[in-house]
Structures are given as C-alpha cells and as structure tokens.
C-alpha cells in the first residue's frame, strides 16, 4: 500500500515563510549586557551630559521661576519652552549611546581605582597585623621580665628565711 501524498507539496513548502528571529545585534563596543545599577549609572551620566549642554537655557528657567509658584507657568512660559527643545535636541539615541561609550572607557579607570584601593586597604592590614605583633611581643617580654623579678624577689625572700631572721637567732 502507498501512503497517501502529503496535504502541503514539496513546493508550497518551501515557499512559505519561514519565521526567523531577527539576530540581536551584537554591539562591539558594549560586549555585555549591564546590571541595573550599571544601566542607572549610564542613565545618570547621559542626564548630566544633556543637563551640561543645556545648562545655560537651565539656568535662565532656574532664575525665572524662582521666588515664584503657580505664576511661573505663565512668567516663564518662553523659558520653559526653550528648555524643553533643548533637551529634546540633546536627549537622542546617539547621546545615549555617547553616554554608555563614556560609561565603559571609565570601567578601567574605576577597576584601576578599586585595585588601589583594595592595594591601600591591604597595606593597612598589613600594617596593622605587624603592629600587633610587635605589641604582643613587647608584651611578652614585659611578662618574662615581670616574672622574673617576681621571681627574684621570691628567692630573695625565701634566703632570708632560710638564713634566719633576728628573731630566730
């Protein structure tokens, strides 16, 4: 017996689309994904660059709104407004991008900055662990000596006695 010829021709099938998934793009310049508090970092440091760049149009809003409360909406309309397309012309993908460039050259620097500072902390426990060995052995010697006196002084007393006191004589 022959099995029955298949529902989907050889040829429809091979015309039909296959779904494939769109490969991530590999970013050369950002090999690994960041943590969430390495993407708040990135974050903070490209506010601040928009922020610097629009920092003058900033100031002009700062010294009109201040001193007032509701009325700024309406006082300071134009400077708001300026603000606004400033950081709207500064706050693109590529400034973003910009910022997490900055973000990963700076990872050297901060790793540089933690080995030195691990290097001074070990120095210090090193310092410190020397430090106590000389005062343990200060202490040790002190001990010796205070024994021995003790010691001294108790033979010195039991010769007394075995001489004889005026008492006895």
């Not at 689309?17 to 490969?23: F, K, L």
């Not at 343990?136 to 001990?143: G, H, L, N, S, T």
Request: hydrophobic content about 30%.
């Amino acid at each position: 017996m022959e099995m029955a010829p298949s529902i989907i021709p050889e040829l429809h099938r091979q015309s039909l689309p296959t779904r494939s998934r769109q490969q991530p793009q590999n970013n050369l310049h950002n090999p690994l994904p960041l943590s969430a508090s390495q993407e708040a970092e990135v974050r903070n440091l490209y506010h601040k660059r928009v922020r610097t760049k629009c920092a003058d149009v900033i100031k002009d809003f700062a010294d009109c709104a201040r001193g007032r409360t509701i009325s700024v909406a309406w006082h300071c309309r134009d400077q708001h407004l300026a603000m606004n397309s400033c950081m709207i012309q500064y706050a693109t993908k590529a400034e973003e991008d910009a910022a997490r460039e900055e973000w990963f050259q700076g990872i050297l620097a901060r790793r540089k900055q933690r080995e030195e500072e691990l290097a001074a902390v070990e120095r210090r426990r090193t310092e410190v662990i020397e430090m106590t060995r000389r005062q343990e052995e200060k202490e040790r010697v002190e001990a010796e000596r205070k024994k021995k006196e003790q010691e001294e002084s108790k033979r010195e007393k039991d010769g007394a006695k075995a001489k004889g006191g005026f008492w006895w004589r």
